[in-house]
């Protein structure tokens, strides 16, 4: 089992930015983020690997940026240029290779007003 605490969300005007942070139980191979925002289906953002290799939605790219600490087993995801339509639960994901076993954190909300 992994436990993940998600923490740096929050109110933001258009613009503006904000940086999430999830913390791991313990290390895992890959670590990411997803949203959903109400009334849509969870979508993913951004993942990376334990090697550093990444993955961004189209609707991130240039925007947001991912990384992680390995050795504190922390993922982080800089969000620039936020717009309203980022507004959405985030969620840290964890799964280890292969997908199998995968695991999600409570929840963060980001709320972006004009």
């Known amino acids: 089992q992994v436990q993940l605490v998600e923490s740096g969300g929050g109110l933001v005007q258009a613009g503006g930015s904000l940086r999430l942070s999830c913390l791991a139980s313990?290390?895992?191979?890959?670590m990411g983020w997803y949203r959903q925002a109400p009334g849509k289906q969870r979508e993913l953002v951004a993942t990376i690997t334990s090697r550093g290799r990444t993955n961004y939605a189209d609707s991130v790219k240039g925007r947001f940026t991912i990384s992680r600490d390995n050795a504190k087993s922390t993922v982080y995801l800089q969000m620039n240029s936020l717009e309203p339509e980022d507004t959405a639960v985030y969620y840290c994901?964890?799964?280890?290779?292969?997908?199998?076993?995968?695991?999600w954190g409570q929840g963060t909300q980001v709320t972006v007003s004009w």
């Open positions: 994901n964890a799964r280890g290779v292969g997908g199998f076993d995968m695991y």
């Open positions: 313990r290390s895992i191979f890959s």
